[in-house]
């Protein structure tokens, strides 16, 4: 996309726009940051094909989109069962809904918590003055971040997840965003979480919708000493759906963090992660499950810092690619020159189920340090002929066949789900995606 002032200067007035509409009703340090991220946005501007974390994708569709405009307040009825799971449902735990971007209350459901365990919308956060609240705000990544400008600017909702120290929830709080229900516009959601040391926490973010829209999250983690923290986040929304995703973990000593990414749905998925292992003897966990058709496109970028001693981290993305779609995983290990003993693998296989489908991979490693394991590894590649024909020759015609090797591509991801019902529930829905 050529960067024009045709194209820029309306998104840099809309969000001034907003940004002068909300002032009232949020704190005065908040609109100061809103402020600043508006003068960083126009500064930056939309990436293009020129800036290298952007190379393979394009958002000229989003540039030039009817995304400008901000949702009111979402009021209108909303059946949500439309957009639940299969049954048995998997999500049994506490629940927050956002339509466009807006808290719902009233399709909500927070239930009995334990002690320790707060999970309230951002809002509700902000309104009581939550410890914290503008050092996380304020924060800017190192780098460019157009997006994460643009979510600062415009959100007015999302998650807020505390746990106290040795706090445990054992069942994972869903957080279920319907985008698109009012018409075509943006939806930006904030969800920050925080778990204090030994504390245990699961959350599945999941993104649905009917209709064209934009859908900019940021979350942001903090794991405390010892502390668990596992994510879902599912993306299936509609096909003329944009989805620019951005997760952010800073871990300490002895804690886990495992995140899974499943995407089945959304004209172009931006999968963002960034994680620094900023204390000795943490763990990093990072799993990716997408199938594309049509001339969709799925963006993962990864970028996993090892600034600490005796750390371990490990990823794994599959993707089925049919069509004219492309899939992309773009990921970085960077070794800090203190982080001796690091122990890193990173893996990305891409299935091809068509000729016209592309898959780009590019694995990094910077590695300061001299007493390490990094390893790297990608393939691109259709089904092996000799499989298919082995699998044929037990009596299953061609396309069971196919299925159900595309099924054991696919199974070693699903594997890491964590709880057998919400298992099921995603391989119910790789099927209903590949049409089996």
């Not at 919308?121 to 902000?126: G, N």
């Not at 172009?268 to 199938?291: F, K, P, Q, S, T």
């Not at 490693?365 to 790297?376: G, P, Y």
Request: glycine share 10%; proline share 4%; charged share 25%.
């Amino acid at each position: 996309m050529a960067e024009t002032s045709a194209v820029l200067e309306p998104w840099v007035e809309a969000t001034r726009a907003r940004v002068a509409a909300i002032a009232g009703s949020t704190p005065d340090w908040l609109a100061a940051i809103r402020t600043r991220a508006v003068g960083q946005f126009a500064a930056a501007g939309f990436p293009t094909r020129k800036d290298e974390e952007w190379r393979y994708t394009s958002v000229r569709e989003i540039a030039e989109g009817p995304y400008r405009a901000a949702h009111p307040a979402a009021s209108a009825a909303v059946d949500v069962t439309l957009y639940a799971p299969g049954t048995p449902d998997p999500f049994d735990g506490p629940r927050l809904v956002f339509v466009d971007g807006t808290f719902r209350d009233d399709l909500s459901d927070v239930g009995d918590l334990p002690e320790g365990i707060t999970v309230e919308p951002l809002s509700a956060a902000l309104a009581r003055g939550a410890d914290g609240l503008e050092s996380a705000l304020a924060m800017t990544p190192d780098g460019v971040h157009p997006f994460r400008a643009l979510n600062t600017a415009w959100f007015v909702d999302g998650l807020h997840l505390h746990a106290a120290a040795g706090a445990v929830l054992d069942r994972p709080v869903h957080v279920l965003c319907l985008g698109g229900v009012g018409g075509a516009g943006g939806c930006h959601l904030r969800h920050r979480i925080v778990l204090e040391a030994g504390a245990r926490v699961a959350v599945v973010e999941e993104y649905r919708g009917p209709g064209e829209t934009l859908t900019n999250v940021v979350t942001d983690v903090d794991i405390g000493a010892g502390a668990h923290f596992g994510r879902v986040n599912i993306c299936q929304e509609d096909d003329r759906a944009h989805h620019v995703g951005s997760l952010t973990v800073r871990q300490e000593r002895d804690s886990r963090c495992h995140d899974m990414f499943v995407g089945f749905g959304g004209a172009l998925v931006r999968n963002e992660i960034e994680c620094l292992l900023d204390g000795e003897n943490a763990e990093c966990m990072l799993y990716g499950l997408y199938h594309l058709d049509g001339r969709r496109v799925v963006d993962n970028h990864t970028l996993l810092r090892h600034a600490k001693p005796n750390c371990r981290s490990w990823e794994l993305y599959r993707g089925i690619l049919d069509g004219h779609s492309r899939g992309v995983f773009t990921g970085k290990i960077h070794v800090y020159p203190d982080a001796q003993k690091t122990d890193a693998k990173q893996n990305s296989n891409s299935l091809l189920l068509s000729r016209d489908a592309e898959a780009d991979t590019r694995p990094r490693l910077e590695i300061h340090a001299d007493d390490v394991r990094c390893t790297h590894g990608a393939t691109v590649g259709e089904l092996d002929e000799d499989t298919l024909y082995y699998v044929r020759t037990r009596g299953i015609d061609l396309e069971a066949a196919r299925r159900m090797l595309v099924r054991a591509f696919a199974s070693e991801v699903l594997a890491e789900v964590r709880g057998d019902a919400l298992r099921e529930d995603l391989g119910a829905r790789l099927a209903a995606s590949l049409g089996v």
